[in-house]
């Protein structure tokens, strides 16, 4: 038995990365890149067709800024410019658009409830293109759960006065089933589980029929809550700040006719909803004004009625002027006196309304009363805007919001803070009244020189033209507001009506799909190579053998070749895999130390190719004029044995007792897998040498650390090491061509060769 020093261990047994080897690993892997890229575009053929192309429309709604102190449209004007308005307001305008109420009236105002339906590959949304008319019974519809929402009802059309109506599904928190198909009339109320439903065609569309045929239309109930929410999470919302502020909106979806009539609706909603508030305002101070105005005019009235009684029964026409002038000041005075009077009804008005809490009606504007303080003018404006803010909120049910109960919090604040500067306002307003009754007592007492019946029309006169002189800033008052109710235009505006952003649709984009399709070609091949590197035990080559076998000596690699047969490779001296089976031949012919040398072929785990590796190796030592005997003693059950052709001086035979081997100067016996040569220990021990085949991605790391294992508990001797089938080398023209030395592989070789070297 030839035995071999044994060899220092080669490579370095840690764990490292060759970029350079896998940079080449993944340009062999074009196979995969064309097959993934073949593979995405069907993908991309199907979405094109299946999927309802999706468009974005877009609208401006521009915010002005709202009517300040100093506008020449208010009645009453400050006497200092108003600061800018707060950039809250603009960011609270702004989630009013896409607020629930502005919502639900959109989805209620296009009928959003009802989705029509085109059936095909994926059902595409119809909007109104669709031939349907589906109508739902509201005075008889259940509790919602079991209102059969989300499913697909598909309408065939089978004549003129039936259809078919066909749907199946589950719905509702109790997971309700409803399975239909029955025909029903057009036009007629039929019952649809728990609720009634009735189906007719378009006006119109009854004179195509026939071509209805061709086509399944359907129709799908929806929940209005789940609708309107999906808006709301649909439409965005992006605020560009200015002087006065545009808010622009954008929706994607299909079908794109639906997209530009939602964002209309909702621009027209939302416009229509603030005009409403402020008319509301309006209307309120209108009323009031009316009231005051009823009951100034009979005061008016009976003043007038006692005037001219009592000048008919004293008969007296005229007055001195001094009498005259003593009852100018004394009017001017009683106006003064009124004013203040009106100026503390009102104080008791603010005072009693805030004394209920914060949940009363919405104050009265202290400037329909004549009050021109800024500070009470901005905080009943400040406490009224609190109001409005958080009914709105109670009524979207978003108390739970933290801003509602700073809201809260703040109106609260408000109204304690107006409370305590009314009673400072009161203090103040009662001074001056109390100076003016002192003035007015002294005017009296001038008045007790003057007869007593020019005293008494002069008291009647006076107390006439102090309520001529309300009645008519009333009445100023009243024509001035409902002016500004007429020509009452909004704040905010649709300053851009609703458009398609671009013709192309936003999904699916064919450019789009096509360059993700075009580079996750090239991903998907490189994170199947990453994955199989970091998941796959099987090695690459000779450095993965080195590591796991690094006291063996690696004597040789024998590419991929078509040339398998030993009689075949015979006749192809120039071919790559001849010189390299005769380097393999060489080295055993010098490390023959006997006449007869005798070398064992095994697989590392599997055959690995070690049948064809032995009948090339004993063929090429018969050629090279040493008489060779090739024996089969393989696994039994093997694979079958291909005829080979005949080489002078090689003997192929099976294994069989009492084989003569005289005469041979080399045996090459094909072994079992080196995992269960151990088994057979005598097989092993009459071969002077060992030598395994490894093939690069079918000889797995397991089978390698096998064999260490089974030469550290002596079972094994010494062994060599040769890999087979390596496919570093590209073939010519990708394996259909014709290499120097080799013959063609064909193209089934050729493409089983490409993609096992891809993969």
Request: charged share 25%; proline share 5%; aromatic share 6%.
């Amino acid at each position: 038995m030839i035995t071999s020093t044994p060899q220092p261990p080669q490579g370095n047994t840690l764990e490292d990365t060759d970029l350079k080897a896998f940079v080449k690993r993944y340009l062999r892997a074009w196979p995969l890149v064309l097959v993934s890229f073949v593979a995405l575009l069907a993908v991309v053929v199907f979405i094109v067709l299946a999927v309802q192309p999706s468009y974005t429309g877009s609208m401006s709604i521009l915010i002005e800024t709202p009517m300040r102190y100093d506008d020449p449209n208010r009645m009453v004007q400050p006497m200092q410019r108003a600061e800018s308005t707060d950039k809250n307001y603009y960011v609270n305008e702004k989630i009013l658009i896409t607020s629930q109420p502005v919502m639900r009236k959109v989805v209620e105002r296009l009928g959003l409830t009802i989705q029509y339906l085109e059936k095909g590959i994926l059902d595409r949304e119809l909007y109104k293109g669709t031939p349907l008319l589906v109508q739902v019974d509201s005075t008889r519809l259940p509790r919602p759960v079991r209102f059969p929402m989300g499913i697909p009802f598909y309408v065939s059309v089978v004549d003129d006065s039936t259809f078919h109506l066909e749907g199946e599904g589950e719905y509702g928190l109790e997971d309700r089933e409803i399975d239909v198909d029955r025909s029903e009339k057009w036009g007629q109320w039929f019952e649809l589980d728990s609720v009634r439903v009735r189906v007719t065609l378009r006006p119109g569309k009854e004179k195509n029929i026939e071509a209805l045929k061709e086509t399944t239309y359907g129709f799908m109930l929806r929940d209005p809550n789940a609708v309107t929410l999906e808006l709301i999470g649909s439409v965005e919302t992006e605020l560009v700040e200015a002087e006065a502020s545009t808010v622009n909106l954008k929706l994607t979806g299909a079908p794109n006719q639906k997209i530009v009539d939602v964002l209309n609706a909702i621009g027209f909603t939302y416009v229509e909803r603030h005009m409403n508030d402020r008319r509301q305002m309006l209307d309120r101070t209108i009323r009031h004004m009316e009231e005051e105005l009823a009951r100034n005019s009979s005061s008016l009235t009976s003043s007038s009625d006692s005037v001219q009684a009592f000048l008919t029964a004293e008969g007296i026409t005229q007055l001195n002027h001094e009498t005259i002038l003593l009852l100018e000041r004394s009017a001017d005075l009683e106006r003064e006196r009124q004013d203040l009077l009106v100026k503390a009804k009102y104080y008791d008005y603010l005072r009693a309304l805030l004394g209920k809490g914060t949940k009363g009606d919405k104050p009265i504007s202290p400037k329909a009363f004549g009050i021109q303080d800024e500070i009470l003018n901005e905080m009943t404006e400040r406490l009224v805007a609190l109001q409005t803010d958080i009914t709105l909120l109670e009524q979207e049910r978003k108390t739970a919001n933290p801003n509602y109960e700073r809201m809260v919090r703040q109106m609260e604040q408000q109204r304690q803070n107006i409370l305590g500067s009314v009673e400072g306002f009161e203090a103040s307003n009662n001074l001056r009244l109390t100076n003016v009754n002192e003035r007015l007592a002294r005017m009296k007492s001038q008045e007790s020189d003057v007869p007593r019946n020019e005293r008494t029309l002069s008291d009647k006169q006076r107390d006439q033209r102090v309520i001529e002189a309300l009645y008519t800033d009333l009445v100023l008052r009243s024509a001035n507001m409902r002016i500004v109710r007429s020509s009452l235009e909004p704040e905010v505006k649709v300053t851009t009506p609703a458009y398609i952003t671009s013709q192309e649709p936003v999904f699916p984009n064919l450019k789009i799909l096509f360059i993700v399709a075009f580079l996750l070609s090239f991903m998907i091949p490189l994170g199947y190579l990453v994955g199989k590197s970091l998941l796959s035990d099987r090695i690459q080559g000779p450095r993965d053998i080195t590591k796991a076998l690094p006291d063996t000596r690696f004597v040789g690699s024998i590419p991929f070749t078509a040339l398998t047969d030993p009689g075949k490779l015979i006749e192809y001296p120039r071919s790559h895999t001849y010189a390299e089976v005769a380097k393999l031949a060489a080295f055993i012919e010098n490390e023959a130390t006997s006449g007869l040398n005798r070398t064992l072929v095994v697989g590392a785990g599997t055959d690995e190719g070690a049948r064809s590796v032995a009948m090339m190796l004993a063929g090429m030592l018969a050629h090279r004029g040493s008489k060779t005997l090739f024996v089969d003693a393989g696994m039994p059950g093997g694979k079958k044995k291909k005829k080979s052709t005949a080489v002078p001086g090689l003997d192929m035979v099976e294994r069989s007792a009492g084989l003569n081997i005289d005469g041979y100067a080399h045996v090459i016996t094909l072994g079992p897998p080196a995992d269960l040569l151990a088994t057979r220990q005598g097989l092993s021990a009459a071969a002077d040498r060992l030598l395994v085949v490894c093939e690069p991605g079918v000889t797995s790391i397991g089978s390698l650390e096998g064999i260490t294992l089974a030469r550290s508990n002596g079972q094994l001797g010494e062994i060599d090491v040769v890999t087979n089938k390596n496919m570093e080398r590209p073939l010519p023209f990708f394996g259909l061509g014709k290499g120097k030395g080799e013959k063609r592989l064909g193209l089934f070789r050729a493409l089983r060769y490409n993609w096992r070297r891809a993969v």
